[in-house]
């Protein structure tokens, strides 16, 4: 079973850049690139929703149209981490952000289930 731990959440003001990481282990002896990873977030009373997704060796990445500019997902497959780097950050991006992974189908598909693992999550706050 792997495992998932998100951090780097915080509070910042609009406009603000942050970066988030989310580090892998247990059952990751064969390869954390067997892994297509993704992120995730969902705010108060809102529906969790994709951020974006990551392929397995890095080359390719996916993003929701609402982050498509401004965040950017990268993975370190030596450290078993990946990465979001969150650039004018906006209130509405305010959420708990959370990373996945899926050892089935690829980066566009990580849209959907089935997920092996999930991160415990991080928060987010924007403030205007």
């Known amino acids: 079973q792997v495992e998932l731990v998100e951090s780097g959440g915080g509070l910042v003001q609009a406009g603000s850049s942050l970066r988030l990481s989310c580090v892998a282990s247990?059952?990751?002896?064969?390869?954390?690139?067997?892994?297509?990873m993704g992120w995730f977030r969902q705010a108060t009373g809102k529906e969790r929703e994709f951020v974006g997704a990551?392929?397995?060796?890095?080359?390719?990445?996916d993003y929701a149209d609402s982050v498509d500019g401004r965040f950017t997902i990268s993975r370190d497959n030596a450290k078993n981490t990946m990465y979001l780097q969150m650039n004018n950050l906006k209130p509405e991006d305010t959420a708990v952000y959370y990373c996945?992974?899926?050892?089935?189908?690829?980066?566009?598909?990580?849209?959907?289930?089935?997920?092996?693992?999930w991160g415990q999550g991080t928060q987010v706050t924007v403030s205007s």
């Open positions: 247990g059952r990751t002896n064969n390869g954390f690139d067997l892994y297509v």
């Open positions: 990551i392929s397995r060796t890095g080359t390719n990445t």
């Open positions: 996945a992974a899926s050892s089935k189908g690829t980066y566009r598909t990580m849209h959907v289930p089935p997920y092996d693992a």
